[in-house]
């Protein structure tokens, strides 16, 4: 069972809207916007910023796919789309859009539910993994500040290894109470790091 939703809808037909609002709600999400087209649809999640966004494919002013998209520049939300019909060449911009979820009219509500279970739970992987790669990209470049405030502070203050570099650049960092990582930056914004380390022996 998953939690409950935050949902933004969007279809053309007002029936097919009232069929989604009640579905919903009866499932126990909660239904924050309704529009009508594209660019309505837009605008709400703008606004709304949704945990989930449902919406029919053919709509006017603008498609479902391209408000996906729009929608996806805007946040990060699962989106599962709706058709009246099996289009090959929809389905490649579907797939090509990175869109979570996509259904067939009519939609029974098991489907529905099958549906919202699985785009949010591949969402919630993706997020994770999004989360990891941004940490590992983070800690390779603190990795590479500190590589080059090490090799800058082995010439200025001619030091024969690395090791010893890094152990001045940690003694520095335990005086002032500050990361490894803010004082590879000191070194590499100081005019003379040697200076900077004889200051702080003091």
Known sequence: MIKRLRISIADDDAFVRRYFEETLTDMG?????VAENGRQLVQQCGEEKPELVISDIKM???DGIDAAIEISKQHSVP????????????IERVAASRIMGYLVKPIKRADLETAIALAWGRFETIE???????????KLKSRQVIEKAKALLMESAGLSSEHEALMQMERRASQTKSKLLDVARLILAAESPRELFENSDG
């Open 60 to 62: 006017p002013e603008m």
């Open 29 to 33: 999400h909660e239904v924050v916007s």
């Open 79 to 90: 989106i599962i789309l709706v058709s009246a019909h099996h289009d090959p060449d929809m």
């Open 128 to 138: 994770v993994l999004q989360d990891e790669w941004t940490r590992m990209h983070e």
